[in-house]
């Protein structure tokens, strides 16, 4: 008994602990941030490694995603009598929430897993101790870099995936079922708010980037230098991320409908 | 007469005061001292696990002593800000032990790491450099393959090109024989002393074969169970009737350092399997 309240206190402790690192190696990252920034080339070199190499999977999960709001708003808003009303559900859905949502989890499971092992890898093959010795700051050199790159590619991939999720919802409701593409296009041109939907959107993108690549790159970081630390920190990454952003998405949800 | 204590104490580039370190409870270093005097190269040597290579990372203050001290032409590695160490670490240069090349870089632009962070030397000038270092190693004809593609012995040459890129006043070697074929081991083993004399500098390596190092080292510091054991030039440690040095020189599997890891009585441990 008093074995098991150690064991859940020791849990506990250390979860506090790792919290802790994770908040100072975040600090630190932005705080060497100024040197990687001035060299762009190393940020737009990662942004293609995570965002455009990740456009296929956000773009395709875009498309399907899209199409079954489509099918299912049509659904349920024809027996209302409102079936036009189609287009404004598919976007509102899109651009509040399943945009930036669906992409942070995309991301994590795409860039986000593919950042970890990496790093972890670096890490244990004594690429970033090669660095330092090299008096040079592998949180400025390897970790900044992809931070940013991470922060900027999230919210265009999920502009990229709304985009591209009212264009599935508009082939199924208005080519394949047959709404009035009129109806569909002028109601949602009118009920979508450019405040308080796209801003909105945009902002939850933003802090799922930051969320999502930051627990990659401590993860990569903070993974112990074996095949096993590597595995199960790559592991930690898309849970971590994934709670974290369906948290993070309830809270901001929260405060913008306030 | 001991060849290190007799040179000015001045002439030291690096020198180990009093070392002790552990790592959480266990105390992997106890009160170590050892000198590296300029222009010589001196190998540390000692089984696995004597913390070796944990001595060349407190040299270049990836780690930080419990008690005693690290100077590196003078100065305490510990007690440096972030921006010093970073300065006195660019006159370090680290051969790791399996390389550790940037494997998403070329040869070209791994030797090329360096130089493009810590100068603003134009392309052409660093195109040079790098191809002069590249050749001091054999491997100017290898400069556009990638990491994966290169053996063993080539990746740690090419690491060696790069820890040489700046022209180090310090070069740390950690086991650079390991896992190598005896012509390319014979290559690593020209190659440092080369090196060491072209540039001046002083070296210091980590190893465990005996052999190869005795062959070719100016100092020999014998490290185990967290302290220097024995120290000399390898003609000095060849002729030790000390019982470590004996066993170590000689590949002995019995001695000083037991064949078996401490366990209990194997005949007990035996009949109470059969009992239960």
Known sequence: MLKTLENIGHQVTDAILRLGYAARFFIYSLSVSGESLRRLPLVIREIYFTGVMSLIIILVSALFVGMVLGLQGYNTLQRYGSSEAVGVLVALALVRELGPVVTALLFAGRAGTAITAEIGLMKATEQLSAMEMMAINPIARVVAPRFWAGVISMPILAALFSLVGVFGGYLVAVQLIGVDSGAFWSQMQSNVDFRDDIVNGVIKSVVFGVACTSIALFEGYDAPPTAEGVSRATTRTVVNSSLTVLALDFILTAFMLH | ?276
């Open chain 2, 1 to 276: 007469m001991n060849p290190v204590t007799s040179t000015p104490v001045n002439d030291n580039i690096v020198e180990i005061d009093n070392l002790s370190f552990s790592y959480g409870n266990r105390m992997l270093h106890k009160g170590i001292n050892m000198r590296f005097p300029r222009g010589k190269v001196v190998a540390i040597m000692g089984g696995s696990g004597s913390g070796k290579t944990t001595l060349l990372r407190l040299i270049g203050g990836q780690l930080k002593p419990s008690i005693g001290a690290v100077r590196v032409e003078g100065k305490v590695v510990h007690e440096q800000d972030d921006a010093a160490l970073y300065q006195l670490r660019r006159k370090m240069g680290m051969l790791f032990q399996f390389g550790a090349l940037f494997t998403d870089l070329s040869v070209f632009e791994n030797v090329a790491f360096p130089m493009r962070e810590h100068t603003d030397l134009p392309e052409s000038i660093i195109r040079d450099l790098v191809l002069l270092k590249l050749n001091a190693v054999g491997l100017r004809g290898a400069r556009d393959l990638m990491p994966s593609e290169l053996s063993g012995g080539m990746s740690r040459r090419v690491a060696l090109a790069r820890a040489v890129a700046l022209d180090p006043q310090i070069i740390m070697y950690d086991e650079p024989f390991a896992g190598l074929d005896p012509i390319s081991m014979g290559v690593i083993v020209n190659l440092i002393r080369r090196l060491n004399d072209a540039l001046g500098a002083t070296s210091i390596v980590v190893t465990h074969d005996v052999h190869e190092a005795f062959a070719f080292v100016d100092y020999v510091y014998f490290v185990s169970n967290g302290q220097v054991v024995a120290e000399g030039t390898p003609a000095e440690l060849r002729e030790s009737v000390m019982p470590f040095v004996h066993q170590f020189v000689h590949g002995e599997a019995d001695g000083p350092v037991p064949f078996h890891y401490p366990a209990p009585d194997y005949q007990k441990d035996m009949l109470r399997g059969a009992s239960a």
